[in-house]
């Protein structure tokens, strides 16, 4: 395989040992530590299972974490009152409604209810708007494309003048990643196409990416032949294609797969994300530095 894998695992634990090391500084000088609180409304195994990772990941760095479980039948009222508990709390610095909401719901007015300067998730419309205009002014970059630009950087992979070909216009990926790579910035300066399902002839686009980034939830989706020799391949496609018997447990597990045809594409690229390992790490610990910065912003510290 001669493309370098670029493991979401192994620089997670870079980050979060930076992390680590930062909230221990604060804290001893400070007092000060990173609160983040979780938002839960209901049971379904997808949102627990990423809830549970995050309060996992914010107790080890030494976050002040607090657990917000509702149920399914909770009203908007009632959730928007929780939120705004906390958007006055002031030992909180991120806050974290986990998506998608129950029916009676409406997730616009929640994302707009929580302050922009606790929105680590990088959702309110102010956040979205800071993030456009680029500059200092970005407070809270959206965690999985703020995975992808951070893996970028730290992989080393030239991003100035590079075609850059994202495959989805989602507001949580396609699109904030576009932005994020188009930016008159260090380790941005490319030039962007963002394609969908609406896009002629794909293929063609992919094939001159100088850097592929691929979030259309459809698996085996980019061939081997539309990447080009020695680019870099960010899979962002987490699809659930089976279940097989874990070695560990004995228990099922789901068999998850790229976008990517990842074998065949790792024999021509220069640089491939792996799935499972690469991006999906990325997000909880985007999230982190995320809250990490809203104390730090809070305490004037950068
Ligand atoms: P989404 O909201 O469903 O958006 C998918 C995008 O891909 C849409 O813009 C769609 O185009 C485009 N698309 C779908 N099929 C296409 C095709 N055949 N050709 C060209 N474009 C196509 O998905 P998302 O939330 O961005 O997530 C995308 C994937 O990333 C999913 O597999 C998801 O599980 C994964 N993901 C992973 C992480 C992580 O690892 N941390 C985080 C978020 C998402 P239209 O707009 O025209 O419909």
Redesign the pocket.
């Known amino acids: 395989m001669p493309a370098t894998l670029i493991k979401g695992k192994d620089i997670r634990e870079e980050i979060l040992t930076e992390i680590r090391a930062d909230v221990e500084r604060i804290r001893d000088k400070t007092g000060a530590v990173p609160g983040l609180v979780t938002i839960l409304v209901g049971e379904d195994p997808a949102s627990v299972s990423y809830v549970t990772g995050k309060i996992k990941t914010a107790q080890s760095l030494g976050f002040k974490e607090v657990q917000e479980n509702r149920p399914e039948t909770i009203s908007e009222e009632e959730l928007l009152a929780l939120v705004e508990q906390y958007n006055r709390d002031e030992t909180i610095h991120g806050i974290l409604v986990q998506l998608p909401l129950p029916k009676q719901i409406d997730e616009k007015k929640v994302i707009n209810a929580i302050n922009p300067d606790k929105d680590v998730d990088g959702f309110h419309p102010v956040n979205v708007g800071r993030l456009l205009i680029g500059g200092g002014g970005v407070k809270f970059p959206p965690c999985?494309p703020a995975?992808i630009v951070e893996m970028l950087r730290r992989a080393e992979v030239p991003t100035a003048g590079a075609e850059v070909v994202v495959?989805?216009?989602?507001n949580?990926?396609?699109k904030p990643v576009a932005v994020m790579l188009l930016q008159k910035a260090e380790g941005a300066n490319a030039t962007v196409t963002v394609?969908?399902?609406?896009?002629r002839d794909?293929a063609a686009h992919c094939r001159r990416a100088d850097i592929l980034i691929v979030?259309?939830?459809?698996p085996g989706?980019v061939k081997p032949e539309w990447i080009k020799p020695g680019s870099c391949v960010i899979d962002?496609?987490?699809?659930r294609v089976g279940t097989k018997i874990s070695k560990k447990t004995g228990k099922p597990v789901a068999v998850l797969k790229g976008?990517v045809d990842f074998e065949k594409a790792a024999e021509i690229a220069g640089w491939i994300t792996p799935v499972p390992g690469g991006?999906?790490p990325?997000?909880i610990t985007m999230l982190m530095q995320n809250t990490l910065n809203s104390l730090k912003f809070m305490l004037g510290m950068e």
């Not at 962002?236 to 699809?239: M, T």
């Open positions: 999985t995975g495959v989805g216009r989602s949580i990926v396609g394609a969908h399902t609406r896009t794909l979030a259309a939830g459809v989706l962002v496609g987490v699809n976008d991006v999906g990325m997000t």
